[in-house]
């Protein structure tokens, strides 16, 4: 089991972060979209039950991170210079700056390294995470709406914008959980009594087919 997951991780690394790193290719979400949201939670799920014993150095996992940034950073800003630059009339593209890239998928998993390694838990934390989902799923949407009323690039002159910025971003936030609430409160008790059918249909189809839990 364990040697087919790291097959699937791999293929999926390999289509959809690794050769967009290197070619502009067309893909699903460019790096935001549920494709790849899927393919860090396999990511995941294969570290936490497979290399969860894995013991890092810090500071120098710190560093590499740091160096991570600066290379993201500075691709991104020298795409956004020449975004408007013309050559042979192509616009001028980095892959390796789009949000499916390489770099974003390793960084990742260094900042999630780094969090693991340190020994701390907060219920509020856990709690706020647990709405992470929603957030994910309806914070396009909301910004649409409040993009009606509220024009933040009307704004980006002026001094305190930077402020605005972090208001938004917490609103929205606050929206999202809020809708989270409201969904869990209507509708978690059918999803969960739902969801547990099919976890018992699918686990009496394997033990029809004769399959042994252990493989799963």
């Known amino acids: 089991y364990q040697s087919a ?10 289509l959809f972060s690794i050769v967009p790193s290197f070619f502009y290719l067309s893909v699903p979400g460019c790096g935001k979209g549920i494709l790849h949201f899927i393919m860090m939670y396999l990511i995941g799920c ?6 969860c ?15 991570l940034f600066f290379i993201i950073f500075s691709i991104n800003y020298i795409s956004t210079v020449l975004y408007w630059s013309y050559f042979d009339n192509h616009r001028v593209i980095f892959p390796m700056s789009r949000d499916c890239s390489l770099l974003i998928v390793v960084s990742s998993l260094l900042i999630f390294f780094i969090f693991k390694s340190c020994e701390f838990k907060s219920l509020f934390l856990n709690k706020i995470a647990s709405y992470v ?31 605005m910025l972090i208001i938004y971003v917490i609103f929205i936030m606050i929206l999202c ?21 099919i976890e018992k249909s699918l686990t009496s189809i ?11």
């Open 5 to 14: 997951f790291k097959k699937v991780i791999i293929c999926c690394l390999g």
């Open 46 to 51: 294969y570290i936490s039950r497979y290399c």
């Open 53 to 67: 014993n894995v013991n890092i150095n810090k500071k120098k996992t710190t560093v590499v991170l740091f160096i």
């Open 133 to 163: 989902f929603y957030m994910y799923l309806l914070e396009n949407s909301f910004r649409k709406v409040l993009n009606m009323y509220i024009r933040l690039e009307d704004y980006t002159n002026i001094f305190v914008f930077p402020f």
């Open 177 to 197: 959980a809020i809708t989270g609430v409201v969904h869990r409160l209507a509708f978690g008790r059918i999803e969960l009594w739902f969801w547990t059918k």
């Open 206 to 216: 394997c033990k029809w087919l004769k399959f042994d839990d252990r493989h799963f």
